[in-house]
């Protein structure tokens, strides 16, 4: 008579000396969770009729595990090779359960290097980095993730919903670092959904969930990977390896608990962020008052999206907007790209939908439907560009003027943005918006020049520029003159040379910055001093 596979309370002692450290199963940010290959909060199911084996983790559930054999026996078909066996309920199952939050909601907190709403993974190379969904995600096809030579780096999907993966789609590792990938790291989250894979798909990493996990019928997951679910795992002819990655590697790495429960980078592992979108609202009008942003570009073939908005900043309390803005691009002398209305380009083809699907990407608000905000797409090489948005009629307005980094792999990078335009009290107040994604705090210089824009035959110039840095809804650091404040003249005379920006004046009443900042969103306001008006400069540089 076989044994029955479910272990009750009276072998608490033996399943967990099986799964201790000692049993070569995974210790790592998902703690005694990763001695699981399948672990479920409700029952775990094998539903096929042959084929499913699960390699180098235990199967655990809550509740039930059905369909599976090990070496105490079981009903079959599926199969737990050794020393991996089925354990049903008690407090080893419950503290992995446990455990299994405690990852998600750590890996939940980590700061995004990009957002990919809207994105299709298929057909996407992805370099080390934390992707965020704000609902669900696909997977239609192949899923490409370049470790870039690198060594102890890491990969981390934060999806908001549901994972869904298309019939035949497979994520695959290339251009590992000297370890051949073995200390990396490949999570995937579904925060408040499940997992639904397609059949014949090829899955790599370790794949967390809310609810079901299921998989319809030949999935590959012998190249590392676990399904561990606050609810139920079903499959179905399917093969999971928990320790099938690099020279017997599980995809943990790259990743360490710090203070408070927060998931960080492990010493040495992927720490990178960078300037992804920058914004400047102010009143746009003729000559010197035309709102101008310049940006620099390091690296080539850049994707960007570059939008001016008039008339839709009525939605947010904006009176006298800019009714009508053009907006364009200028690369050297000339201009290079132009546009009127976002949903036409100039040569008079819709654009309407890839420009939406693009602000759907980076999070940026919707653009109503007809419109006469401008929107552009565009890819540019290294070096410095410049965009200006006005009416040749020589109307004035409110405007606000954007630009998003569109791409989800790291190398050519924005590292100066700035925007020039007259500032005037009220609604006239120049305000910048700054996002930093990545997961590493990153310096920046800030500058808010005024009287220095006379020496490049600025009129109408804003005498005594004060500029403040604010996070939410509380101010962080604000300057007056430049040659006082938090940073020494020195470090900001060192800062701009370093950067390439050109020298303030000294006794110049310029404002300036040097601050580090941690991933997130803030915004930098610029006023006169006494309420003064005039033409001013903001600037931000990424101190590399």
């Not at 210790?27 to 909060?41: D, E, K, P, V, Y």
């Not at 499913?52 to 026996?73: K, Q, R, W």
């Amino acid at each position: 008579m076989k044994h029955n596979t479910i272990i009750t309370s009276a072998f608490v002692a033996l399943t967990a000396l099986l799964c201790a450290p000692t049993s070569g199963f995974a210790q790592s940010i998902l703690q005694t969770a990763g001695n699981f290959a399948l672990l479920g909060g409700t029952a775990v199911t094998s539903d096929g009729t042959a084929g499913t084996i699960i390699t180098n983790g235990n199967v655990g559930s809550v509740v039930a595990v059905t369909g599976y054999s090990d070496l105490n026996g079981g009903s079959g078909p599926a199969v737990i090779t050794p020393p991996g066996i089925a354990i049903v309920s008690g407090a080893v199952v419950g503290q992995a359960i446990l455990d299994l939050g405690t990852a998600k909601v750590g890996l939940a907190g980590m700061a995004s290097t990009a957002t990919m709403s809207g994105v299709d993974l298929g057909g996407k190379t992805l370099a080390p980095g934390v992707y965020t969904f704000g609902a669900a995600a696909t997977q239609t096809g192949a899923l490409v993730l370049d470790a870039q030579g690198k060594n102890n780096v890491f990969w981390v999907f934060q999806i908001g919903t549901t994972l869904t993966t298309g019939v035949g789609s497979t994520v695959t590792l290339i251009n590992p670092g000297s370890n051949g990938g073995a200390d990396d790291g490949i999570f995937w989250v579904a925060q408040t959904g499940g997992i639904n894979f397609g059949s014949n798909n090829k899955i790599l990493g370790n794949y967390l969930a809310a609810t079901t996990i299921s998989a319809t019928t030949s999935m590959n997951g012998t190249g590392g990977s676990r399904a561990l679910s606050q609810a139920g795992v079903t499959l179905v002819n399917d093969q999971i390896n928990a320790k099938g990655g690099p020279g017997g590697s599980d995809w943990t790495g790259g990743l360490k608990y710090s203070g408070g429960g927060n998931v960080v980078p492990s010493a040495g592992s992927n720490t990178s962020s960078r300037i992804v979108n920058f914004s400047a609202r102010a009143m746009s009008g003729p000559g010197d008052q035309t709102l101008i942003m310049g940006f620099v570009v390091a690296g080539d073939n850049k994707h960007l999206l570059l939008r001016g908005i008039g008339p839709t900043l009525a939605a947010f309390g904006i009176v006298n907007f800019l009714a009508d803005p053009l907006l364009t691009l200028y690369d050297g002398p000339g201009a290079a790209a132009t546009n009127d209305d976002w949903q036409t380009n100039s040569n008079g083809q819709a654009q309407g939908p890839s420009i939406q699907a693009a602000a759907t990407q980076v999070g940026a608000f919707t653009l109503p439907n007809g419109s006469k905000d401008s929107a552009l797409l565009f890819t540019v090489n290294h070096g410095a560009h410049t965009s200006g948005l006005l009416r040749p009629n020589s109307t004035t307005g409110v405007a606000l003027t954007e630009i998003y980094d569109l791409d989800t792999v790291s190398g050519a990078r924005l590292i100066n943005v700035s925007a020039r335009m007259n500032v005037t009290a009220g609604e006239g107040t120049l305000i910048a918006g700054l996002v930093i994604a990545g997961n590493a705090p990153k310096t920046v210089l800030i500058r808010g020049v005024g009287p220095t824009l006379s020496v490049f035959g600025v009129g109408g110039v804003l005498a005594d520029p004060q500029i403040s840095v604010v996070s939410g809804s509380t101010q962080i650091a604000s300057n007056d003159n430049w040659e006082t404040g938090t940073s020494t003249a020195a470090q900001i005379i060192a800062a701009a040379a370093q950067v390439g920006a050109f020298a303030l004046p000294a006794g110049s009443k310029d404002a300036a910055l040097l601050i580090t900042l941690q991933p997130g969103a803030y915004t930098v306001v610029v006023t006169g001093v006494g309420n003064t008006t005039g033409v001013a400069l903001v600037e931000v540089y990424d101190i590399l």
